[in-house]
């Protein structure tokens, strides 16, 4: 079992940036790829970025590149989301997943999820 929990979450201005860090415990996540998704209300949880294994492939959600980027430090057991520019339409909750069974696009396929960090962006 691997457990998730994410940090970094806080209130920003539009233009600021915030960073998301998730630490894993129980065991490590060296071979997961790794997940952020988010979900604001009345939406649908939606995929943000995802990173390899050793963080040679990163992919991002269309509305985040440029923006926003993925990492890892397998040493740490612990993953991050530095976002930049924030607008407010990145107003979510920020969830960290791993270990996609098939595919890291969907949020079904994770077998292991932190409880989420809030963000908010005010304009």
């Known amino acids: 079992q691997v457990q998730l929990v994410e940090s970094g979450g806080g209130l920003v201005q539009a233009g600021g940036s915030l960073r998301l860090s998730c630490a894993a415990s129980g065991r490590s996540i060296n071979s997961y790829y790794m997940g952020w998704f988010r979900q604001a209300p009345g939406e649908e949880r939606e995929f943000v970025a995802a990173?390899?294994?050793?963080?040679?492939?990163?992919y991002y959600t269309d509305s985040v590149k440029g923006r926003f980027t993925i990492s890892r430090d397998n040493a740490k057991n612990t993953v991050y989301l530095q976002m930049n520019s924030l607008k407010p339409e990145d107003t979510a909750v920020y969830y960290c997943a791993a270990d996609p069974s098939s595919g890291y696009y969907y949020a079904s396929s994770y077998n292991y999820w932190g409880r989420g960090t809030q963000v908010t962006v005010s304009s």
């Open positions: 990173v390899s294994w050793l963080a040679r492939y990163t």
